[in-house]
């Protein structure tokens, strides 16, 4: 069998874990191939890797549009320089899948942000979140409380549409969720009411079921605690559409309404 020169270092390794027997040859072939140092090592592991090897350090492609560095996030000054600097995102995989980008949109005066799960069909062709079918019921939830859409503001846990409207994976959540965090900093909301079960779990990482949460505050730690009104999410509302189901998110939402009002007053 020839060897070519990079092949050695990495065959003795995999020989010292025991797995070389293991793996048939082309495959360690290509295993050493895609062992090549990944753009996500830090230099010091890149260069431990290169003196074991031998192999040449590959420069990390720098595309900042794809893959927004957190710098670039973390300096975004205001929504729409945020919304200019990640709305190229290809990080994970529903950005490939996607038509729109759909980074939130409202108003951060009234002090009240809701959080959904993700794009669906409509908000994908749309680039805008909550417009098909559960917005048009989110709205009437908001006009119940007295307010119109325009008055707060409206984002999702991924900005991306996830195939056939599944929920997103904890994954896709957390490569979204600077994004999202960045945005809570500066709308610096009074209040957050969040839209079924994804929100609670991959931001504020209650595990707790919605039915057994809904309607308790919650605190997210950012900017000294923000209160949030965890509640069903829409679409579920309208799977569900009983008294009891409607009267509980009515009631959600009175609460973080009532929290906004006193606000003036605390
Ligand atoms: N469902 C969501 O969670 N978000 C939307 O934007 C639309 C539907």
Redesign the pocket.
């Known amino acids: 069998m020839t060897m070519i020169g990079p092949f050695h270092p990495w065959r003795d390794t995999l020989h010292d874990l025991g797995v070389m027997g293991l793996i048939p040859v082309p495959l360690v072939r290509e295993a050493v191939i895609e062992k090549q140092p990944r753009p996500i090592m830090a230099q010091s592991a890149q260069e431990a890797v290169q003196e074991k090897t031998n192999l040449p350090v590959v420069p990390a492609p720098a595309d900042p549009v794809a893959f927004p560095p957190p710098e670039r996030v973390a300096a975004a000054a205001t929504l729409e320089d945020l919304e200019r600097g990640i709305q190229g995102c290809l990080a994970c995989p529903l950005g490939a899948g996607r038509i729109r980008f759909?980074f939130g949109e409202g108003s951060g005066a009234s002090g009240l942000l809701f959080i959904?799960?993700?794009?669906?069909r409509d908000?994908d062709l749309k680039g805008r979140?909550?417009v098909?079918k559960?917005?048009e019921l989110l709205d009437k939830m908001l006009a119940a409380i007295g307010l119109e859409r325009g008055q707060v503001y409206i984002a999702?846990i991924v900005k991306c549409r996830p195939p056939d409207n599944r929920t997103p994976t904890g994954p896709e959540a957390q490569r979204c969720l600077p994004y999202l965090k960045r945005q809570i900093e500066l709308l610096a909301p009074r209040v957050i009411v969040t839209?079924?079960a994804t929100p609670l779990r991959e931001l504020l990482g209650v595990q707790t079921g919605i039915t057994r949460v809904r309607g308790q505050w919650q605190r997210l730690e950012m900017l000294g605690g923000i209160p949030v009104m965890p509640t069903f999410?829409p679409?579920y509302v309208l799977r569900q559409y009983t008294q009891e189901v409607r009267r509980a998110v009515w009631s959600d939402l009175v609460a973080a309404k009532k929290w906004l009002d006193d606000a003036g007053t605390r």
Do not use: I, K, S
């Open positions: 759909v959904g799960e993700g794009p669906g908000e979140p909550f098909g559960a917005g999702n839209l079924g999410h679409a």
